[in-house]
């Protein structure tokens, strides 16, 4: 079992930054990639940054060169650091443990930007 907590969120003007934390727990060494999705109102949830045990990262086209994923492995955190803010990525952003058994996600936590 892990669990996953997000914290972080909160509203910003447009142009602004966020910086956004992923706490997880429990079964910690299963987990192969941590990963952050995002959920607007009305529409899917959709990948947004992923960072590996290797510590490759990915990220959605949407969102390159504005965020930056990392990761704190003596805290078990991973962040979603969300510079250049615009309006569209106003959502609840999840996080998302990857195990070869099942993913682990968290509740969310709202982003809201203003214009």
């Known amino acids: 079992q892990v669990q996953v907590v997000e914290s972080g969120g909160g509203l910003v003007q447009a142009g602004g930054s966020l910086r956004l934390s992923c706490a997880a727990s429990?079964?910690?060494?299963?987990?192969?990639?941590m990963n952050w999705y995002r959920q607007a109102p009305g529409k899917q949830r959709e990948f947004v940054a992923v960072?590996?045990?290797?510590?490759?990262?990915n990220y959605a086209d949407s969102v390159k060169g504005r965020f930056t994923i990392s990761r704190d492995n003596a805290k078990n955190t991973v962040y979603l650091q969300m510079n250049s803010l615009k309006p569209e990525d106003t959502a609840v952003y999840y996080c998302n443990a990857h195990t070869l058994g099942r993913p682990y996600w968290g509740q969310g936590t709202q982003v809201t930007v203003s214009s």
């Open positions: 429990g079964s910690i060494l299963s987990i192969n990639a």
């Open positions: 960072i590996t045990s290797g510590g490759i990262t």
